[in-house]
Every structure is written in structure tokens, then in C-alpha cells.
């Protein structure tokens, strides 16, 4: 197991004596198989205490370890430190107000994700006594990747169209959304299209596609936001050329 | 300990400069012009078409001079690059679920080309017919 050494370029901001957040440069020896956040655990233990940063699992779960490495909105315990040449650059997830170092305020995005009830609504409520809500292999696969969302926001500083226009409810949430709407034993679709059908939902999306290019854990966000244009785009044709028809 | 957060400006002119991803995506926006002017173009010929044999032909050779030909290629790339990014991308808005599985996305991008050709076919057919 080698040793070799790694610089990294560190983005830091302190709300206490920073006006504005600047790069600092840490020289350190790291082993080979180390991720980024293998490298930013080392800074913290041996070099300077005061960085700040999130992480929890460290096995691409839990999706609080989120930052951009050289540009790129990564998770950095999934980031191999012997895949990067030079100097690597870390800097908090992109279009996110800093809170501190690497640490982004987040509130925006639990509130959004809130909004599109990103779960269960039966369509009716039925006793224990009945059973479980039962469901088929094939209705199953139809929403199962988008469980695989693990709200690690790397979609979000992918998305340009978030940046531009912070009120665009972004694709992990709107993706939740459609995660449900697809679930055969769900009801809640007309509540959730109160917030995706709108302009600051799935029509704030311009199909850029880095949404699913980023994503670690292989989702399609962006596949989500078309199949949810699509339907509610057939729902107004609906609407206004067939009014006699219930939903 | 007092909160602070700091907001980084997005710049509305310049945010896809430097990052090859928005670049391609605004290549491809871009090609909306192309295929706009090209439209503007076929409802020039038709306007020419009426005014007569000798205003259609003066046309053409417009077409046919290098100037043309340079639009006619520029816009041939730009409208190519808007359809296979296009098709490359129906399967994400139109999946196809049969039984458990999913149709491979190979399969519906082949069929969108499939289309393509048959139209294709069918105008080239109508225009030897007429």
C-alpha cells in the first residue's frame, strides 16, 4: 500500500471573520487507495482542525459528503484521489449558499422536497386487518430506480437551470415526485402536480441531462422530468378538450 | 456563533463557459437558428415558386452560389446534431415497459431512425411520382 503525496486546494469561509470564501492549499501524504474524503478526514486530523465539511457513511449512502472536486459536483467518498492528476480542487456544492468550508446551507432543497410529498398517499386507506398493499414484480420496476435517490444534491450542482433560477424545484425532488406518482398503490398524484406541473417545476427544466450525468447512484432525473412533461401536458389536452372527462 | 451564508453570483451570460457539458447544450440550443432560417428559406422558395419560372430559377442559382452552399452545409451539421442528440434521447422521455422488463433504449432510438428513413423514403418516392 503506497504513500504519495496529494495536493489539495481547499475552498474556505468562515461567517465569522471571512467577507468572502478563499482557496487554501494543503500538501499532505496519502495513501493510494484513499478517496477525497480519505484526503479531507487527514487535513482535519494531523493539519488544521478547523475545516469544515459533512460526511457520515462513507460508502456512497447516506449522500452528505456532496462537493465539487475539480468542477464537478462528486460525492468525495466516492472519489479516488489516484483518478485525479495535479492539484485537486474542493469546493462546496455548486449554485448552494456556503455555511461554512464546505458545508452548504440545505434548507432550500429539504423545503422543496417536502413540498412534492415524496411519499406514500394510498388511494384508499385500507384496515391491517386487510393486508398489505400488494403489488407485482412489473409495477414494482417501473419507479424502482428513482428509490435509489439518496438526496445527495450532486444533481442539483449540476443543474444550471437551478442556478439561474433559484425558485426551480430541481430534478431530485420533482424525481421523488414521479418516483410515486408511478407507484401503483399510490394516490396522490393531483396533490404533487400542484407543485411539479407548475412553472417552477418541471418547466423550469430544459433538459440540459446533467442531472442524470452526475448522479452517483445512476438515476434518471432528467428521464423523470420528461415522462412527468409529457403527462402533464396529455392532462391539459385533457382538460380543455375533453372538460367531461373526470381525471 | 453567528450565521452567515454566502451566496456565489451565478452570471447570466457567461455560466456555461468552461464546463464542456453546458457548451454542448447550448451548441444544441443554438441549433434552433439554424433550422428557424432554414424554414425561413422554404417559405422564400415558395414565395419565389409563385412569382414565376424566372424568379424560381434566380433562386436557385442563389442557392447554388457559394454563400448558399456554405448556409446549406452549416445548417445540414446544426440540424443533424439537433436529431441524434434527439433521438439519442427519446428513450429517457418515452420508456417503454413490456412484461417486467424495459425495451432497451437502443431499441426505440432505432426505431425513431427507422421513421426517419421511411419518410425519407416516401418524400423521395412522392417527389419522383409528382
Redesign the interface.
Known amino acids: 500500500m503506497g504513500e504519495r503525496p496529494v495536493e489539495l486546494e481547499i475552498l474556505r469561509?468562515n461567517?465569522?471573520t471571512?467577507r468572502?470564501?478563499r482557496f487554501q492549499r494543503y500538501s499532505v501524504g496519502c495513501r493510494e487507495e484513499w478517496v477525497v474524503l480519505d484526503a479531507l478526514n487527514h487535513i482535519k486530523e494531523t493539519v488544521d482542525p478547523t475545516l469544515s465539511y459533512r460526511w457520515s457513511c462513507h460508502m456512497a449512502v447516506c449522500g452528505s459528503c456532496g462537493m465539487m472536486i475539480n468542477?464537478e459536483p462528486k460525492l468525495a467518498c466516492k472519489s479516488f484521489l489516484r483518478d485525479y492528476v495535479g492539484v485537486i480542487r474542493v469546493e462546496p456544492l455548486?449554485?448552494f449558499?456556503?455555511?461554512r468550508d464546505l458545508v452548504t446551507?440545505i434548507d432550500d432543497f429539504m423545503d422543496k422536497l417536502a413540498r412534492v410529498k415524496p411519499y406514500l398517499i394510498p388511494k384508499r386507506e385500507q384496515p391491517v386487518s386487510d393486508g398489505e398493499y400488494r403489488q407485482t414484480?412489473?409495477e414494482l420496476?417501473?419507479f424502482k430506480q428513482y428509490t435509489l435517490c439518496i438526496n445527495c444534491m450532486l444533481c442539483y450542482a449540476?443543474c444550471?437551470q437551478y442556478?439561474?433560477i433559484p425558485k426551480y424545484i430541481g430534478p431530485a425532488a420533482i424525481a421523488l415526485a414521479h418516483r410515486y406518482n408511478q407507484d401503483s398503490r399510490d394516490g396522490g398524484r393531483d396533490q404533487r402536480q400542484e407543485e411539479i406541473a407548475a412553472t417552477e417545476g418541471v418547466w423550469d427544466c430544459?433538459?440540459?441531462?446533467?442531472c442524470?450525468?452526475v448522479c452517483p447512484e445512476h438515476v434518471?432525473p432528467?428521464?423523470a422530468l420528461?415522462?412527468v412533461?409529457?403527462a402533464s401536458t396529455v392532462d391539459w389536452y385533457r382538460e380543455h378538450l375533453m372538460p367531461w372527462k373526470k381525471k | 456563533m453567528s450565521r452567515r451564508p454566502y451566496v456565489r453570483e451565478v452570471s447570466k451570460s457567461r455560466w456555461f463557459l468552461g464546463q464542456p457539458r453546458y457548451l454542448r447544450y447550448m451548441a444544441r440550443e443554438l441549433t434552433c437558428v439554424f433550422i428557424g432560417a432554414y424554414s425561413v428559406l422554404l417559405l422564400v422558395a415558395l414565395k419565389r415558386l409563385s412569382e414565376g419560372r424566372e424568379a424560381y430559377e434566380a433562386f436557385l442559382q442563389a442557392l447554388a452560389s457559394p454563400a448558399g452552399i456554405v448556409f446549406q452545409a452549416v445548417t445540414l451539421a446544426f440540424a443533424l446534431y439537433h436529431t441524434v442528440t434527439w433521438f439519442n434521447v427519446t428513450p429517457k422521455a418515452m420508456p417503454i415497459q413490456i412484461g417486467e422488463a424495459f425495451v432497451p433504449g437502443g431499441v426505440i432510438i432505432g426505431a425513431h431512425y427507422a421513421g426517419w428513413a421511411a419518410v425519407t423514403v416516401l418524400v423521395l418516392v412522392l417527389a419522383e411520382a409528382l
Open positions: 469561509y461567517p465569522e471571512d468572502e470564501p468542477g455548486a449554485y449558499p456556503i455555511e446551507v414484480p412489473a420496476k417501473k449540476a444550471p442556478g439561474l430544459s433538459f440540459v441531462g446533467a442524470s450525468e434518471d432528467a428521464g420528461q415522462q412533461k409529457i
